[in-house]
């Protein structure tokens, strides 16, 4: 036997594999700051996407030959670790020719600017979301407004309609918006493909219902606010959805794709997440009306 025969033939099972269990399979409670800046050894979520982000933010590359899709950019003091993420896995940042968001808060947006800077990447968003961006989140009409951070300006963003498909070479996402978190919410769909495998891929948005003491989702002269929530709740319901992601990984997340074997059944594939998720956020919306109906009541 010729040892470094041998040794490549390790190597180069690994090269695949490794990819995929370098997840650390502790569980994580991504909702806690201290996770927001903590390392996250990136690896392989299905085919050609991969998780970039850090330990309690998600941050989601989809590659290609022809360039790479980059959904969310965590904290603006992320961006050299989500880009150092990316050349973990052997893909350049210049390979990056979209940058996509699902919301415009601090946590999930702030190191979108420099990752564009750096890659040369457009940006594209709804207009909700592009104005907020170009205004460095700083939206008047955020429930969160003024308990969060602003950060850097994004120059330029292009307009992306709901139900829109974007494209880079092969790659083809599709737009839907998800209203709730904030009135730009969005989630993004696409397909990626294993050994001849293609599963449903879902990014879908926070669906916290969060929000500073002023205002209220059942304020009578918006009923926008809970109409675009229930229309949110809807897609999700109905949503292909082999393997649904979101901004704050799941406390199991890891640990289940720490489990991740190449040629064996992706643990991270479970067809009736989005509903679930979607029977999540209904109860969300009660806990909600309840608590403003107490607000009200108190007044």
């Given at each position: 036997m010729n040892p470094t025969m041998t040794l490549s033939a390790l190597l180069?099972?690994?090269?695949?594999a490794c990819v995929h269990a370098d997840a650390s399979s502790a569980p994580v409670d991504s909702h806690s700051p201290?996770?927001?800046?903590?390392?996250?050894?990136?690896?392989?979520?299905y085919g050609n996407t991969y998780y970039v982000?850090?330990?309690?933010?998600?941050?989601?590359?989809?590659?290609?030959?022809?360039?790479?899709?980059?959904?969310?950019?965590?904290?603006?003091e992320n961006a050299a670790m989500i880009e150092s993420n990316i050349r973990a896995l052997g893909f350049r940042v210049r390979e990056i020719k979209l940058i996509l968001n699902t919301h415009t808060h601090h946590d999930h947006a702030g190191a979108i600017a420099a990752i564009a800077h750096d890659s040369g990447a457009e940006v594209a968003a709804n207009a909700i979301s592009a104005k907020a961006l170009?205004?460095?989140?700083?939206?008047?009409?955020?429930?969160?407004?003024?308990?969060?951070?602003?950060?850097?300006?994004?120059g330029h963003v292009r307009i992306v309609a709901d139900g829109e498909t974007v494209h880079v070479g092969p790659l083809a996402l599709q737009m839907h918006a998800m209203p709730g978190h904030m009135p730009g919410s969005t989630?993004?769909?696409?397909?990626s493909c294993e050994n001849g495998r293609c599963q449903s891929m879902v990014y879908a948005d926070s669906i916290s219902l969060l929000s500073n003491h002023r205002y209220r989702y059942t304020d009578p002269a918006h009923p926008e606010r809970i109409a675009g929530y229930r229309h949110t709740l809807a897609i999700l319901s109905t949503l292909p959805c082999d393997i649904l992601?979101?901004?704050?990984?799941?406390?199991?997340f890891f640990q289940r794709a720490a489990r991740i074997?190449?040629?064996?059944?992706?643990?991270l594939?479970?067809?009736?997440?989005?509903?679930?998720?979607?029977?999540?956020?209904?109860?969300?919306l009660q806990d909600r009306i309840r608590l403003e109906a107490g607000m009200q009541a108190a007044h």
């Amino acid at each position: 036997m010729n040892p470094t025969m041998t040794l490549s033939a390790l190597l180069l099972a690994c090269s695949s594999a490794c990819v995929h269990a370098d997840a650390s399979s502790a569980p994580v409670d991504s909702h806690s700051p201290v996770t927001w800046t903590q390392q996250q050894k990136p690896f392989r979520i299905y085919g050609n996407t991969y998780y970039v982000g850090s330990r309690g933010l998600s941050a989601i590359l989809i590659t290609s030959p022809q360039g790479d899709v980059l959904i969310d950019g965590t904290l603006p003091e992320n961006a050299a670790m989500i880009e150092s993420n990316i050349r973990a896995l052997g893909f350049r940042v210049r390979e990056i020719k979209l940058i996509l968001n699902t919301h415009t808060h601090h946590d999930h947006a702030g190191a979108i600017a420099a990752i564009a800077h750096d890659s040369g990447a457009e940006v594209a968003a709804n207009a909700i979301s592009a104005k907020a961006l170009e205004h460095g989140g700083d939206d008047p009409d955020d429930p969160q407004r003024g308990m969060g951070k602003t950060y850097p300006k994004v120059g330029h963003v292009r307009i992306v309609a709901d139900g829109e498909t974007v494209h880079v070479g092969p790659l083809a996402l599709q737009m839907h918006a998800m209203p709730g978190h904030m009135p730009g919410s969005t989630g993004w769909t696409w397909r990626s493909c294993e050994n001849g495998r293609c599963q449903s891929m879902v990014y879908a948005d926070s669906i916290s219902l969060l929000s500073n003491h002023r205002y209220r989702y059942t304020d009578p002269a918006h009923p926008e606010r809970i109409a675009g929530y229930r229309h949110t709740l809807a897609i999700l319901s109905t949503l292909p959805c082999d393997i649904l992601l979101i901004p704050h990984p799941p406390q199991d997340f890891f640990q289940r794709a720490a489990r991740i074997i190449p040629g064996k059944s992706n643990p991270l594939i479970d067809a009736h997440a989005c509903k679930a998720y979607a029977q999540e956020g209904q109860s969300n919306l009660q806990d909600r009306i309840r608590l403003e109906a107490g607000m009200q009541a108190a007044h």
